[in-house]
């Protein structure tokens, strides 16, 4: 394992006010951006005002990619959103943009892909040197995962095809030139309650965050604008 890249969890915050606190004001790049690909074209739709793109876009100046030609088509004629490209994250050299982006967000989208590794070469040509690359995944030894699988009622999304854990990350990201600054968990907005089991769960997690059910990883590009 790279040893420059080996940092210890050490967070649990929630994903998406993380993520926002990060790209506020910048110039952003979401992959991904439309998300819940287990529903089916209408909910994505109707879901459009909750989503992360829909945040980032009052905040920041965002460019979005998705490979869901049809709900994009649907956003464009009801003017819900204009500025989501589509494309296949998997082959990023063909999307018709070029200049490079102060943040990176791909978000949930990493255990979706048959090949993870051309997304990580893909985003190099839109870095720069400083530019924050963020990345977040379920985490395969959180102990929400855990505890579902050890009582039966583990379901993985219908589109995971690889699950990840903090080493295997590390090893990932190394193996296509990214340096990390930091690793951490977090919980989904969604989780937000009071909840019995959310509240302490929380607690825990925020004491050994290595625990948290989603890894959240920022790094950045050894290889920006190649």
């Given amino acids: 394992m790279n040893c420059q890249n080996r940092k210890p969890i050490?967070?649990?915050?929630?994903?998406?006010?993380?993520?926002?606190?990060?790209?506020?004001?910048?110039?952003?790049?979401?992959?991904?951006?439309?998300?819940?690909?287990?529903?089916?074209?209408?909910?994505r739709i109707k879901l459009a005002p909750e989503l992360l793109h829909s945040?980032?876009?009052?905040?920041a100046d965002v460019t979005g990619v998705d490979s869901s030609a049809?709900?994009?088509?649907?956003?464009?004629?009801?003017?819900?959103f204009d500025n989501i490209v589509e494309g296949d994250v998997q082959h990023l050299a063909a999307l018709p943009v070029d200049e490079p982006f102060?943040?990176?967000?791909a978000?949930?989208?990493?255990?979706?892909?048959?090949?993870?590794?051309?997304?990580?070469?893909?985003?190099?040509?839109?870095?720069?040197?400083d530019t924050k690359v963020i990345i977040t995944t379920p985490h395969s030894f959180g102990l929400?995962?855990?505890?579902?699988?050890?009582?039966g009622r583990f379901r993985d999304g219908d589109e995971h095809v690889m699950s990840f854990n903090s080493d295997n990350m590390i090893?990932?990201?190394?193996?296509h030139h990214y340096v990390i600054d930091?690793?951490?968990?977090?919980?989904?907005?969604?989780?937000?309650?009071?909840?019995?089991?959310?509240?302490?769960?929380?607690?825990l997690f925020k004491m050994m965050p290595r625990m948290g059910g989603t890894l959240f990883v920022v790094a950045r590009s050894q290889a920006a604008g190649g």
Wanted: with cysteine; net charge positive.
């Fill in 182 to 203: 930091s690793l951490d968990t977090c919980h989904q907005r969604s989780a937000r309650g009071w909840r019995p089991t959310f509240v302490a769960g929380k607690i």
């Fill in 107 to 129: 978000g949930d989208i990493i255990e979706h892909l048959s090949r993870p590794g051309d997304l990580l070469d893909g985003m190099h040509r839109f870095c720069k040197q």
């Fill in 10 to 43: 050490s967070q649990y915050f929630e994903r998406e006010a993380r993520i926002l606190e990060i790209c506020r004001g910048k110039r952003i790049l979401h992959l991904g951006c439309v998300g819940a690909t287990d529903l089916p074209d209408e909910d």
């Fill in 144 to 151: 929400p995962n855990f505890v579902r699988h050890a009582l």
């Fill in 171 to 175: 090893n990932m990201l190394s193996r």
């Fill in 55 to 59: 945040r980032l876009s009052k905040i």
């Fill in 102 to 105: 102060d943040v990176i967000v």
């Fill in 70 to 80: 049809s709900v994009i088509d649907a956003y464009q004629r009801l003017r819900i």
